[in-house]
């Protein structure tokens, strides 16, 4: 039987490694590919044939919740399992509706990870138990929809990025970068972009470091 082949997302090289190890001593799965952040991934992904992509969630330049959203737009077959130290529902929440279909905390047992990695084989979700369903289900309810660009720009904005450095990443020109701003802040009722990224953050739209 051939092994489900895996690529790990983390910007952390040790835990990438101890991942890495951790599935080769088990010997059920095969590691194909690492990366250390969305870009890479999404590389990975395109050049790289697998059935799942272990990812973390607070990556530079691109969050893993822009790295799901456009992985799965790629490749809606790939299944994506979120390995993270958040066990906040606002992100649990926004890491399932861009497309996760796992979600495990880095702090849970080692045997959890390979619950979640059969389920996904297996066609189905998995979520760490300690996680609140109940208030992760009331995020989704609660969600309010971005463009994916504007997914983008927002954590760009968290991360301190002004407006010409906005366009100058996102090869834009300042006029459209300000627009996006302005439209964020209208879409998530902000006056200043300190209560933007505030509003944001509480969501669990973007990923404050």
């Known amino acids: 039987m051939t092994k489900p082949r895996i690529i790990l997302v983390d910007d952390h090289n040790i835990v990438r490694r101890g991942l890495a190890a951790l599935l080769q001593t088990d010997g059920g799965y095969r590691v194909v590919a690492e990366a250390e952040n969305g870009e890479e991934a999404l590389t990975c992904v395109e050049s790289m044939p697998a059935e799942v992509v272990v990812m973390d969630l607070a990556m530079p330049r691109m969050s893993g919740f822009e790295a799901i959203r456009r992985i799965v737009k790629r490749n809606a077959q790939i299944r994506i399992l ?56 009331e995020q989704l309810l609660d969600s309010q929809e971005l ?40 879409k998530l009722n902000a006056h200043n972009q300190v209560e933007l990224v505030r509003v944001a953050a509480k969501k669990g739209m973007i990923i404050l470091k």
């Open 82 to 137: 979120v390995f993270s130290m958040y066990d906040d529902p606002q992100f649990v929440a926004a890491a399932l509706r861009d497309g996760a279909r796992a979600y495990v905390l880095k702090q849970a047992m080692d045997g959890e990870l390979f619950l979640a990695l059969d389920a996904l084989i297996k066609g189905g979700q998995y979520v760490s138990p300690v996680i609140d369903m109940t208030l992760v289900n």
């Open 147 to 186: 463009t994916a660009r504007e997914r983008e720009v927002l954590q760009l904005i968290a991360d301190g990025n002004t407006t010409q450095e906005l366009a100058d990443v996102l090869q834009i020109s300042p006029h459209t970068a300000t627009r996006h701003r302005a439209n964020l802040m209208q």
